[in-house]
């Protein structure tokens, strides 16, 4: 190896205020390699990405490109260095064509025409070379997310970047769709780009990456090869102590129908039917699993389900039907039924981040007598049960007088499911649980979820993750725009099979190519950006 | 014939009216289109108004005086740039301040310097715009049917006439066509886009907002010493929001903004001359309803009765880098 390293971070120190995002960091990529980074939320991973695309300025450390020192200022001083990145969040205008995105920024002159027309030709040289098949005409609001992070990558081979960065580029994708990324991202490397890969998910690192760094609580703790390590060792890394990544259960024993879903149909404001004609079954000590891309109408199902959306159908809990149109049943009510909600989105439906935990632990429970003394609230009573609620879940610090925006992710989740669980619900709906938590936390929400089920309740699952529906789900439901799909087993199905139905192909005997179900993701309306 | 040259006399006073609504209206297209709400029209109107009458009453031209109009108005645009932008602060709330600020402070400095109860004195001679008879105008007035069309409506208005149509073609071209149009565009949309594709959010904006300052120092300009002779008090009245509300129907569009306030215009127009409507259609309209017809359409609009209208998904919200 005479070759100097692609990139050569030396010592990188940033703090926002009191944290240190990114403590003393060191790393080197070389050229023509993936490069994984992983850990967990706030581990400092973007921190460190934003800070080698200019978006931050470390306070201390230096950057070498290629062996040669460089000034990071700005994004446009990155972009001239060759760096390109993809945000987690795409960075792209939605109301703006493929070509438009694309110059935005690296514009060949005064006047449009003369920029369109080249980047039209060099579109088309670059889907020739990598496989990036985009129509440069469409609108970015009008392709699936699948394609606008093509557009993405695309906006930086443009700007002929060397180095590409992906943050988390797989969160928004279905399997299909991610293998055809990591296929683009193995002819980028062929073709002698550097490429740095941020996710939280171990079996990326092990498919694609040539090294792989660790961080954990803004420190690098580890760079190996990936061929040398496993997902172990790398889970033990990032979180500092041995997890299990499996989840450890008992064959369910499913008892009563407590669920029975009929033709459940609800419409959005603008009249399109979000639910068309949805029909399942969810039984006492079991959980089903909804899988299916975001934006499929499973949060519409799961607002229906919650009682903050009216629908049409017949929906019965342990027998009995709800009312549906709104007029004489709501979140209260539903909860009085014994239907317990963790909504998808925490931050916005789930808690309310200035009010404080004990606030919060008593939203939609402070008609509870405990937690009254005649008219009044009885707040001392509501921060003893937090306190007691938070220590039995490990939230970390059990502080009730805490506000809920100070806690981390998986403690912001802990808080809302000790919340609902703890009022010992006969069914428990919870969207996303482990969305934006750390690994350490996902253990105990899982072991928690699978608790409840095995003391005989039922659960319903919704989650973008298939890797946590196929592990925690006794039946698993695919949704596709609107309706099910089809229901299987875990024991009994694959990832591929899943991802078939999740494009909405039901014969999942055949081939199909990836255009196809890009195709049909793309007719769906487009899923709404996660939060 | 007679008709003919009643309805060519109201297309005439309908463009006239409308010369402001249309500067306004562009100004706030290209304020709202980088994503900063501007309700503060109206004030930057005001301001130009006082200031370009007062000006030129003191040094008897005109373009001096369209100067200083402008100038008032681009410091009202800093203050909404640097509340909005730089210390990223509530638009609307910069606005309406604008807006108190202006009505108050025209007055008081006019009884400061003029002391005629918060007007300027009338404008004559050069400190005014006159109208301009356009080539031909005089020959032609006496050709049947186009005669008058081109001598009464085309011809016979001031600069400032003319350079209101001019900018919509101008604006759309330069929207439309130009990298700054697009980055323009862009900024209103998602600035975050913009920023992580190496350009400044920042700049994109304040140009933007000194654009929409300089049209609304033309359309105050225009105001008092093209449409009236001289400063009254509130001589906006109002059309800084007509404009806001024209620019909605328009939903962000140039040459739709250029329909919408010629709509307004008419209306405006139709409130001078309640005999026509009678003579056309022989009901006897009240002129007060007449007066109240741009407020009430302006009120129908922004309750969204015509068709939705998507403004920059990003307007209204300061940007703030995202961690």
Not at chain 1, 55 to 80: C, M, N, P, R, V
Not at chain 1, 449 to 455: E, G, S
Not at chain 2, 42 to 51: P, S
Request: overall charge neutral.
């Amino acid at each position: 190896m005479t070759r100097d390293p692609a990139i050569e971070l030396k010592g990188i120190s940033k703090a926002f205020g009191p944290v240190h995002a990114n403590k003393d960091i060191s790393i080197r990529v070389m050229p023509g390699t993936i490069h994984g980074i992983i850990g967990e939320n706030g581990a400092g991973k973007s921190t460190l990405m934003s800070i080698l695309y200019g978006f931050y300025k470390a306070d201390k450390g230096e950057i070498f490109l290629s062996g040669k020192k460089a000034h990071i200022t700005d994004s446009q001083a990155a972009i001239a260095a060759g760096i390109g990145m993809v945000f987690q969040h795409f960075k792209l205008v939605e109301n703006f064509t493929v070509l438009e995105n694309v110059i935005l920024g690296a514009e060949d002159g005064r006047l449009l025409k003369p920029s369109i027309a080249k980047a039209r030709r060099s579109l088309l040289e670059l889907a020739a070379d990598y496989g990036l098949n985009v129509d440069p005409d469409a609108l970015v609001q009008d392709i699936g997310v699948g394609m606008q992070q093509r557009v993405e990558i695309l906006k930086a081979l443009y700007r002929q970047a060397d180095i590409l960065i992906l943050d988390e580029p797989t969160g928004v994708l279905t399997p299909a769709e991610a293998d055809q990324l990591f296929r683009i991202l193995n002819r980028l490397r062929e073709e002698g780009k550097t490429i740095i890969l941020i996710t939280h998910k171990l079996r990326e690192i092990m498919d694609i990456t040539d090294t792989v760094s660790v961080m954990r609580q803004g420190e690098m703790t580890a760079t190996v090869k990936t061929s040398e390590t496993s997902p172990a060792e790398l889970a033990e890394l990032m979180v500092g102590r041995k997890v299990l990544l499996r989840v450890d259960k008992t064959p369910a024993k499913p008892g009563a129908v407590v669920l029975d879903i009929t033709d459940l149909r609800v419409k959005d404001e603008k009249g399109v039917e979000r639910l068309r004609g949805i029909d399942l079954q969810v039984r006492a000590g079991e959980i089903l699993g909804i899988a299916g891309v975001a934006g499929n109408g499973q949060s519409e199902l799961l607002e229906v389900l919650g009682g903050y959306a009216n629908g049409t159908g017949t929906i019965a809990m342990n027998g009995e039907k709800i009312d549906l149109t709104g007029k004489s049943s709501n979140g209260q009510s539903r909860r009085a039924r014994g239907i317990a909600h963790v909504p998808e989105d925490r931050q916005r439906e789930g808690l309310i981040m200035d009010f404080h935990a004990w606030e919060n632990v008593a939203f939609g429970y402070h008609n509870d007598p405990a937690y009254r003394s005649g008219v009044l609230m009885n707040n001392a009573a509501i921060r003893e049960d937090t306190t007691d609620k938070m220590q039995r879940f490990d939230v970390r610090p059990p502080d009730p007088r805490l506000a809920a925006k100070n806690f981390s992710g998986g403690n912001q989740q802990k808080i809302v499911l000790a919340r609902e669980i703890e009022r010992n619900p006969d069914l428990l709906l919870i969207g996303q649980p482990t969305r934006g938590v750390d690994i350490g936390a996902i253990e105990f929400i899982h072991q928690q979820i699978v608790a409840l089920r095995d003391k005989g309740k039922a659960v319903l699952l919704v989650s973008v993750e298939l890797d946590e529906i196929m592990a925690l789900s006794d039946r698993i439901a695919v949704m596709f725009d609107g309706q099910i799909m089809g229901e299987r087993l875990p024991s009994e199905t694959d990832e591929k099979e899943l991802g078939l139905l999740m494009a909405g192909i039901t014969d999942t005997y055949n081939e199909h190519s990836v255009d196809e179900v890009q195709d049909n993701l793309a007719h769906v309306h487009a899923p709404e950006k996660g939060a | 014939m007679d008709i003919y040259l009643t309805l060519i006399q109201l297309l005439d006073s309908t463009v006239r009216l409308a010369t402001p609504l249309l500067l306004a209206c562009l100004a706030g297209l290209y304020s709202e289109r980088a994503g900063i709400f501007d309700i503060g029209l109206e004030g930057k109107m005001l301001a130009a108004a006082f200031f370009s009458a007062a000006i030129a009453a003191m040094t008897g031209s005109v373009w001096i005086g369209l100067l200083a109009g402008i100038a008032a108005s681009l410091v009202l645009s800093a203050i909404h740039g640097i509340a909005s932008i730089t210390f990223r602060g509530n638009q609307l709330i910069s606005g309406v301040a604008i807006n108190f600020l202006a009505a108050g402070m025209t007055v008081l400095i006019a009884q400061a310097w003029f002391r005629q109860g918060g007007r300027t004195p009338s404008l004559i001679g050069k400190a005014r715009f006159e109208p301009i008879t356009l080539p031909f105008a005089e020959a032609v007035q006496d050709v049947p049917f186009i005669g008058p069309l081109y001598y009464e409506l085309i011809s016979g208005h001031s600069i400032l006439v003319y350079v209101a149509f001019a900018a919509v073609p101008l604006t759309w071209w330069v929207l439309f066509r130009t990298r700054f149009g697009l980055r323009l565009r862009a900024v209103g949309e998602n600035p975050a886009a913009v920023d992580t594709a190496g350009v400044s959010v920042v700049g994109l904006r304040f140009a933007a907002v000194a654009i929409c300052g300089v049209l609304c120092g033309i359309a105050g300009a225009y105001l008092s010493t093209a449409l009236q002779a001289g400063f009254v008090k509130d001589m906006a009245a109002g059309r800084g929001f007509i404009a806001l509300a024209a620019l909605i129907f328009a939903k962000w569009r140039p040459w739709h903004a250029l329909y919408a306030t010629l709509l307004f215009g008419l209306f405006g127009a139709l409130e001078t001359r309640p005999d026509v409507i009678e003579a056309v259609s022989g009901i006897k309209v009240q002129g007060q309803l007449l007066a109240a017809l741009p407020y009430l359409m302006t009120v129908i609009i922004l309750a969204g009765f015509v068709g939705k209208a998507i403004p920059p998904r990003a307007g209204g919200e300061p940007y703030v880098k995202e961690r």
